[in-house]
């Protein structure tokens, strides 16, 4: 009896062990999937933006595809997508670090919140059939920690546009720290962790001008050492932030931070921000740029937006666009999630550059 109960768990869960874990959706609107056992089957949660829910807020997911036992005791894969959601068949192909499911329900509009539906319908039906009946999912693993890290890397929610909370990742490279969008838009923002800005008491924040001045003397200081170093050809490969995490960092550690004194925080006058309800003191800032590229009608340009990236505690940091005199917080994900370990360093900056990489 004991092989006989056994043998079915086995052509189950044995073809389909690679697939466990944090996964991206190669798609307009990219979104988290996170795989898991599930009783005695193996089910796709996939991210939905909440409208309402604070960055400290649980993450909400809905159930995207299962792989169940059917009563001939083989496994399949069922696609839970759509706008009744009724499970329906779908073909899975397992690849290196990515794998795609088909099927031939047309209807994937998922069951979003309304306001994002509305503001996506047209896209969807721009882009055509194909792309939401073959769906292509990305590995994604956690950042590894290291004891110089200014606080422990990971997930963090931040609320940006009318879309709901988005999902962005922490990691750090030596003298860089770099958020990696997950969902939404595909920026990429880089903190320059030898570049701190002093508090004084949080007087900084009363003057926006002064702020703004000192932002962009480190940024001309910024742009000169990188001209400098492409003159003299010794430039990091694939940018600043690549470097491997296991190289020494920069001289403020993590322990460091967790000591510094706090002071007052308070957003500067006529900055705009999606959330009010920030934490009122912070311990550090770091002049940081964020990268933002856009394409318009198949012309892509890439915009330089430096800023202040906010230390407020281990599970909070913020980041001023002041060009933009924008403020948006960044909370730490509470969700626990399995199989997320990356294999080696090496693999997980080269996740990272896949990110990057991917044009939507």
């Not at 925080?265 to 770091?286: A, I, K, W």
């Not at 964020?290 to 505690?313: A, E, M, N, Q, S």
Request: with cysteine; charged share 25%.
């Amino acid at each position: 009896c004991a092989n006989s109960c056994t043998r079915p768990l086995v052509q189950l869960f044995h073809p389909y062990r690679h697939i466990l874990g944090l996964w991206q959706l190669d798609n307009d609107y990219r979104t988290l999937v996170n795989v898991v056992v599930d009783g005695l089957g193996i089910t796709g949660w996939m991210y939905r933006p909440s409208l309402n829910t604070h960055v400290d807020g649980p993450m909400q997911f809905n159930p995207s595809f299962r792989i169940c036992l059917t009563e001939r005791k083989s496994a399949a894969v069922e696609c839970m997508e759509g706008r009744h959601s009724r499970p329906h068949n779908c073909d899975m192909q397992i690849r290196k670090d990515r794998f795609t499911t088909q099927c031939k329900k047309t209807d994937h509009r998922t069951d979003s919140p309304t306001r994002i539906r509305e503001a996506w319908e047209q896209v969807l039906v721009q882009k055509g059939r194909r792309q939401y009946d073959c769906l292509t999912y990305r590995r994604l693993y956690l950042p590894p920690s290291y004891p110089d890290d200014l606080i422990r890397p990971g997930l963090f929610q931040y609320n940006y546009d009318p879309f709901g909370l988005k999902i962005a990742m922490l990691s750090f490279h030596g003298k860089y720290a770099r958020v990696t969008k997950i969902t939404g838009d595909s920026n990429k923002l880089e903190i320059h962790l030898m570049h701190r800005i002093q508090l004084r008491d949080g007087e900084i924040f009363r003057n926006f001008n002064e702020l703004a001045l000192v932002v962009q003397e480190i940024d001309e200081q910024v742009i000169r050492e990188q001209q400098q170093q492409q003159g003299d050809g010794t430039e990091e490969s694939e940018g600043h932030g690549w470097q491997s995490p296991a190289q020494p960092s920069m001289e403020e550690s993590g322990a460091a931070a967790s000591e510094e004194q706090p002071v007052p925080f308070v957003p500067l006058v006529g900055m705009r921000s999606r959330d009010q309800h920030y934490p009122r003191t912070c311990r550090m800032c770091f002049y940081g740029v964020d990268t933002v590229t856009v394409t318009l009608c198949d012309f892509t340009f890439t915009r330089r937006l430096p800023g202040v990236f906010i230390l407020f505690d281990e599970n909070h940091f913020g980041f001023i666009w002041l060009e933009l005199k924008y403020f948006i917080l960044f909370g730490r994900v509470q969700n626990t999630f399995r199989n997320v370990e990356a294999p080696s360093p090496q693999a997980f900056l080269e996740m990272l550059k896949n990110i990057q990489s991917v044009t939507h």
